[in-house]
């Protein structure tokens, strides 16, 4: 079809008379980093399911594999939220407005940690009811690695942009190496750990290789100007997420909660957050035509 339209509109024979230039090196300088980061993500959440079944067995494989899935579902706000992202953070590097860069950075980050939470909250807190109701009581021991494997994606999330902010500054070969040595740290602990605890072993390899990577890649903005490693204005925020977090987890162990009574918790813990976030995010502010809903202004002011 597009071979047909170029000819139809006179434009092949130009195209065919032209000599292109492909600006390969500078294609590839951009693409790599991408690619390697994209690469490393994957590769910290599956080498493990290939180490485990060389190291172990297929049951051990089948109690890690089945919960990947939902923990991953704590990124799916950060990649919602990427797109809206990027475009203003090139535009307040391209004005060298690093203050508001680092305020974009943050409200962001904490933007993304509130509206995530309460898959948080249900994947890591209520993790081992969950994976009962979704894979059957025989599979609840995979409880522990869905909670590990939980913390570790809500932790690149509640950190923020932090590789696309990377992007942005240009500082690519960063990328490279720190996706690389994110790779190896996965594969080093993983090893010594699986063979000694099993999918658990790999559960715990895999939590403490994201959150290296990510804390190499937090690493990376410190030289920015203003950018601050924590801004302390969101401190409250992130405290009720971790307090409300380990609450939940602490009454599950002790009372051993179905789901579905817990799922109120849930509730009433993620509305708690919401209240000490209203202000600092601005939400009204931000969605003003969210006050035409009902019980909203009830809710955020």
Same mark, same amino acid.
């Given at each position: 079809?597009?071979?047909?339209?170029?000819?139809d509109q006179g434009l092949l024979r130009q195209l065919k008379s032209l000599t292109i230039q492909v600006p390969t090196s500078e294609i590839l300088s951009f693409v790599l980093p991408g690619l390697s980061s994209t690469l490393a993500t994957?590769?910290?959440?599956?080498?493990?399911?290939?180490?485990?079944?060389?190291?172990?067995?297929?049951?051990?494989?089948?109690?890690?594999?089945? @919960? !990947?899935?939902?923990?991953? $579902?704590?990124g799916v706000v950060? /990649?919602?939220?990427?797109?809206?992202?990027?475009?203003? *953070?090139?535009?307040?590097?391209?004005k060298s407005d690093y203050a508001g860069f680092n305020k974009l950075y943050w409200q962001t980050a904490a933007w993304m940690s509130v509206v995530s939470f309460p898959i948080f909250a249900v994947t890591f807190s209520l993790s081992r009811p969950l994976t009962v109701l979704l894979?059957?009581?025989?599979?609840?021991?995979?409880?522990?690695?869905?909670?590990?494997?939980?913390?570790?994606?809500?932790f690149n999330t509640a950190l923020g942009f932090n590789l696309q902010t990377l992007k942005v500054l240009g500082r690519l070969r960063y990328i490279i190496v720190m996706s690389?040595?994110?790779?190896?740290?996965? @594969? !080093?602990?993983?090893?010594? $750990?699986?063979?000694?605890?099993? /999918?658990?072993?790999?559960?715990?390899?895999?939590?403490? *290789?994201?959150?290296?990577?990510?804390?190499?890649?937090?690493?990376?903005?410190?030289?920015?100007?203003?950018?601050?490693?924590?801004?302390?204005?969101?401190?409250?925020?992130?405290?009720?997420?971790?307090?409300?977090?380990?609450?939940?987890?602490?009454?599950?162990?002790?009372?051993?909660?179905s789901l579905y009574v817990a799922l109120p918790l849930v509730v009433c813990i993620s509305m708690m957050v919401l209240t000490v976030a209203k202000k600092k995010l601005n939400i009204l502010e931000?969605?003003?035509?969210?006050?035409s809903l009902p019980f909203t202004r009830l809710l955020l002011t």
């Open positions: 079809m597009l071979l047909r339209l170029l000819e994957a590769a910290i959440a599956s080498i493990n399911i290939f180490l485990l079944g060389h190291l172990r067995s297929m049951p051990d494989v089948a109690y890690y594999r089945a @919960v !990947v899935p939902a923990a991953q $579902l704590n950060m /990649a919602s939220f990427t797109l809206m992202y990027i475009p203003s *953070a090139a535009r307040l590097f391209a894979f059957g009581a025989r599979y609840e021991q995979s409880g522990s690695i869905l909670a590990l494997l939980s913390l570790a994606s809500y690389a040595l994110g790779v190896l740290i996965d @594969v !080093v602990v993983s090893m010594f $750990l699986i063979v000694r605890y099993g /999918a658990i072993g790999a559960g715990i390899g895999t939590a403490v *290789a994201l959150i290296s990577y990510n804390l190499l890649m937090q690493v990376g903005l410190l030289p920015t100007p203003n950018f601050k490693a924590f801004d302390r204005r969101y401190f409250s925020i992130y405290l009720t997420i971790a307090l409300g977090a380990s609450g939940l987890l602490v009454i599950q162990s002790l009372m051993s909660l931000t969605f003003p035509e969210l006050l």
